[in-house]
């Protein structure tokens, strides 16, 4: 089981962190659809089956020790559940809590 970081391919955003085995590597190797594993219900998912908010593959990539992944994504609307473009949509600003974005509606 790695981390798995997804990052859009043209803008370079870092859109979320997810969780892959080697059998998610292989599905999205061989779909071209980003493939999760869901550590919560211990099940694979398909980003955006039920969405539509899709990530296609445009580059897998790992990093120097091999024990996380990199997932360049060309993304279809929002990637994070919470209906935001990423998850990573706070900050800590002067020692506060700042929300960098919203939600698109």
């Known amino acids: 089981m790695l981390p798995v970081i ?6 370079l955003e870092v859109l979320m962190l997810a969780w892959m085995n080697a059998e998610a590597v ?12 869901s ?7 398909v980003k955006g089956e039920t969405s539509g ?12 020790d091999r024990d996380c992944l990199l997932v360049m994504v060309k993304q279809y609307g ?3 559940h919470t209906n935001r473009r990423s998850c990573f949509y706070t900050a800590v600003r002067g020692g ?8 698109q509606s």
């Open 6 to 11: 997804a990052q859009d391919a043209q803008t």
């Open 26 to 37: 292989q599905r999205t190797l061989d779909s071209g659809r980003v493939t999760y594993w």
């Open 39 to 45: 550590r919560s219900r211990q099940a694979y998912w």
């Open 53 to 64: 908010h899709v990530q296609e593959l445009v580059d897998l990539r790992f990093d120097c």
């Open 78 to 80: 929002p990637a994070c």
């Open 96 to 103: 506060e809590e700042t929300e960098l974005l919203k939600p």
